[in-house]
Each structure stands twice: as C-alpha cells, then as structure tokens.
C-alpha cells in the first residue's frame, strides 16, 4: 500500500529532527570525570579570585586574598594570562583599567611594566602564576581559568609545564572551547571545564550566532569538558542541562547567597561566608 503524503511528510520530519538530535547530543557530550578528578571539587565552595573584600583592601586576584581562602579552607579560583614577554601573571580583565586605574591589555605589557602598578590603590602587586602556587601549596583545590589571548598554545604549554610540578588538586577551565581542545589533546588526565552563561555576550557586529553556540555549549566536541561552569543569571538552556545529564559536573558561578548549593556540584562564590563543603561524593547523583 502506498504511503499518504501527509504521512510521508511527517516520516520525513520525524527522521529529520532524530538527526537532528542526534547531532546536538554529539556537539554538546562532555567527558565524564572519573572519581578521583572529582574528588576534591565534589561540594567544594571555591572563593572567587581569592577571598577578597567588596571595599578592596584586599584586592582580588592578590596574594592576601588567595593565603586568606587558604586559611578558611575554601577553595580557590583565579585567571592567568600570558604577558608579552611570556611570563603567567593571576589577573582577571583583558585590560588594567578597572584593577591598576591605567589603560593598556595585559597581554601587551611585559611582566616588569605590570609590576609597576599596585592592584585597587594599595599595595600589592599583580602576582606571577608560580607565586600564587606556592602561597597555595597544594593546601586547597585550585580552579584556574585560562583567558584566550593572542597566543593560546604558549599559554596553554607554559600554564601545564608549572602545574607539572605542583602537588595538589588542579583544574582548567576557559570560553574557549579552542584552549580546551589543547587540554584534551594534550593533557587529557587534567579536569577541565567549559565557562559559559544564558547572558554570554561578545561585542561587535555578527557576534550573534557565536554567542548563542558558546551559551548553548555547541562549541563542546572540541574540547569535551568534564564540568561546565555556567552563570547563575537566567536559565539553562536544554543543551546545558543535556550536557549535565549526560555525566558533566555542575559549576555555578558567580554565587552571593548558599541557595545555588541545591543544584550544582561546585559553587564558585563572593562576599559571603559559606560552610566548606556543602555535599560528598557519597551523595553523587
């Protein structure tokens, strides 16, 4: 018996959207993190850029704020660019003007110039990577972001010959989902991470279509993360909770309040004081 149009037409459109779907899942699959990469990060509370303070007395991304989130037993999260003169400086923005109150990228300054200015008007300096593994030494878990500059291999290569040598728990993670195809090519045995958000913005003409890839983790297949960190403002798309369900761990950042602690398997927080720890890997979903 031959087949209805209109019934050929909805077999069609049912083949085509499972295709569809099909390549959506492949594009968004994380890597599934084994137990011991977990561990240290599994209901960990991370102090964002150090346990710094609102009115910036201690700066963020100082060495007072990273030895003041060791002692507090938190973990720690903090940013590493590339200079100009290839040195790891822990720095958050692209350029100095909110942090140092001068104008001029990071990436262009040579680690000399940097350590002529002092971070928010008091003393400290912006520190180099080995100078805040050393404060850290291997007491607390560290979760460094790699911020995409005009050499990302350089980066990535110089950011694993110094965790090569640390002792204690590490893992990466970046927007670029480009930095995180190194990792995966490179240093597989590292947890890595995928940063993004519902509200992930770029500037610029024809950026669209780029931001709604990288807040819908479409950009996934290159670098298969272990975890994504995703903002806490708005909701996540299906991808995400896709990708999350699949096995990826659950980052929230950035958290001012403990409710973000019911869903996500790592918090990443700011000016309050949460507990430690807030679940263990005997409770894993």
Known sequence: MKQSCPLKCLLAAAGAAAGIAGVVTYMVAPARPTKAQKAAFWGANIAHRGLHRPDRSVPENSIPAFAAAV???????????????????????????????????????????????????????IPLLRDVLTTIGGRTPILLELKSGHDNRRLCELTCAELSIYHGAVCVESFDPRILRWWRRNAPQMMRGQLSSSLHSYKGEGKR?????????????????????????????????????????????????????????????????????????????
């Open 71 to 125: 002692e507090a037993g938190y973990g720690v999260e903090f940013d590493v660019h590339l200079t100009a003169d290839g040195e790891l400086v822990v720095f958050h923005d692209d350029d100095l003007r909110r942090m140092c109150g001068v104008d001029g990228a990071v990436e262009d300054h040579t680690y000399a110039e940097l350590r002529e200015y002092h971070l928010a008007a008091t003393q400290e300096k």
């Open 209 to 285: 279509l780029l931001a709604f890839a990288m807040s819908n983790l479409l950009y996934n297949f290159l670098g298969r993360p272990h975890f994504i960190a995703y903002g806490v403002y708005g909701k996540k798309p299906l991808t995400v909770r896709l990708c999350e369900k699949m096995g990826a761990m659950r980052f929230a950042w950035t958290c001012h309040g403990p409710a973000y602690e019911k869903d996500n398997d790592a918090v990443i927080f700011e000016y309050y004081r949460p507990r430690t720890k807030f679940k263990s890997l005997d409770e894993e979903r």
